[in-house]
């Protein structure tokens, strides 16, 4: 019996197995290459952590090895992410930022240094779908980044640690203020917001996890020896 290769129940019956077969073939190159997806996205968060602390330039290798000697640790609390590093003996927290801009999420890692009054050591955003040459500068930007550094984060004598940073339209406190990216004032809104919730949310977090840490100082060595006390009459 000769098979009619033009009837509907061949196309059908074809075009099944068709699917089948790719359907595989995507899904078996999918988990191949999931590992090193998943390692290009890790690496991606670590150098944009570095970038964060002003450090950019690096290709992969570089990054990997420079992220391991200056991160000492890492800490989640209440779903705020904390990486505790160390430039030139000095002790840095970066704090995770996520938020909405104009068209998509937006996200971001603020380094604070400074135990006394925490001011920003450097600043890196990112987004998923803002406009190229507007709001895309809030990533494509280094010169808008660098505005943040030295800016103090909250508000002087805060005992619920307020924050003062902030991204404005027109700068009137510059110890606290940046400039919003011109032409994308919803975009820079969205930055100002993400800023004030999530430091918000970390700012106890953040003092508190500065202070255990950073601030705290090495605990004594417990193989000392006491002097032994008097004996009493």
Request: charge should be negative.
């Amino acid at each position: 019996m000769k098979l009619n290769t033009n009837s509907n129940a061949y196309i059908i019956i074809y075009s099944a197995i068709l699917v089948v077969i790719v359907a595989f073939l995507l899904a078996f190159v999918f988990q191949a290459l999931k590992p090193m997806q998943d390692a290009n996205v890790a690496l991606d968060v670590k150098k944009q952590i570095l970038y964060s602390l002003n450090i950019r330039n690096l290709d992969g290798a570089e990054a990997e090895a420079k992220y391991a000697e200056v991160v000492k640790q890492e800490a989640e609390k209440d779903g705020q992410k904390y990486y505790r590093c160390e430039i030139d003996g000095e002790d840095i927290l970066v704090v995770s930022l996520k938020g909405m801009g104009l068209w998509g999420g937006i996200s971001g890692f603020i380094s604070i240094h400074g135990d006394e009054t925490p001011t920003v050591y450097g600043a890196y955003f990112n987004h998923e779908s803002e406009t190229a040459g507007l709001g895309a500068e809030i990533k494509d930007s280094q010169a808008w980044q660098e505005k943040f550094i030295g800016k103090k984060v909250f508000v002087d004598g805060s005992d619920t640690h307020e924050v003062a940073l902030s991204v404005v339209k027109k700068v009137e406190d510059p110890s606290t203020q940046v400039d919003c990216v011109t032409g994308a004032t919803l975009t820079s809104n969205g930055v100002d917001d993400m800023i004030k919730t999530c430091l918000k949310d970390a700012g106890k977090n953040a003092v508190e996890l500065f202070s255990v840490m950073v601030c705290t100082p090495e605990p004594a060595d417990s193989t000392a020896t006491e002097e032994p006390k008097a004996e009493e009459e």
